[in-house]
């Protein structure tokens, strides 16, 4: 009922399929919806709301972490100020270098601190962007897809919070 694939039909509390409910049933989406359902429009980023969950929702989740982490790497270099040739790995390397980067964890004491995050980004970047932007990568588990956007959720709210 609160999904409104049902609705009350009488004042006996008599319930009937809605339009949603056949449409669901009919056209076999409930799956889809079922796994839509583990992203949530208001806790994602405007660019991954825009550009990945619609991809996900279509089930086409290789494309959709690809697009999720290319909006990381795109903001990485825009927040940092480095040119569309510097991308991937060495992109977040030099960005969040311990030393020297624009992106760096300044509040972080130690230097450690400061290097896992260049290491988090450029791990980040090699494992989920890099292989599918070369072949085909076959996910075909909607919750860990919908874990791994959440990383590059969780990332994107980093660089955002950056000062340089």
């Excluded at 964890?105 to 970047?125: I, M, N, V």
Aim: no cysteine; hydrophobic share 40%; charged share 30%.
């Amino acid at each position: 009922e609160v999904e409104g694939f049902i609705i009350n039909a009488s004042q006996d509390h008599w319930f009937i399929i809605s339009r949603r409910g056949k449409d669901v049933d009919i056209n076999g989406g409930f799956e889809s919806y079922k796994h839509s359902r583990l992203l949530r429009a208001y806790s994602l980023d405007s660019a991954l709301v825009k550009h990945v969950l619609p991809l996900y929702s279509r089930g086409d989740y290789d494309t959709a972490i690809f697009r999720a982490f290319k909006e990381v790497e795109v903001r990485v270099r825009k927040r940092g100020g480095y040119p569309d040739t510097l991308v991937g790995v060495p992109l977040a390397r030099k960005a969040f270098d311990a030393q020297s980067g624009p992106l760096r964890d300044k509040s972080a004491q130690d230097e450690a601190e400061r290097e896992a995050r260049a290491h988090l980004f450029a791990g980040a970047l090699g494992l989920f962007k890099n292989p599918s932007s070369h072949r085909n990568i076959d996910f075909d588990n909607p919750r860990e897809v919908a874990e791994i956007i959440l990383f590059a959720n969780y990332l994107l709210r980093v660089v955002d919070s950056t000062s340089k």
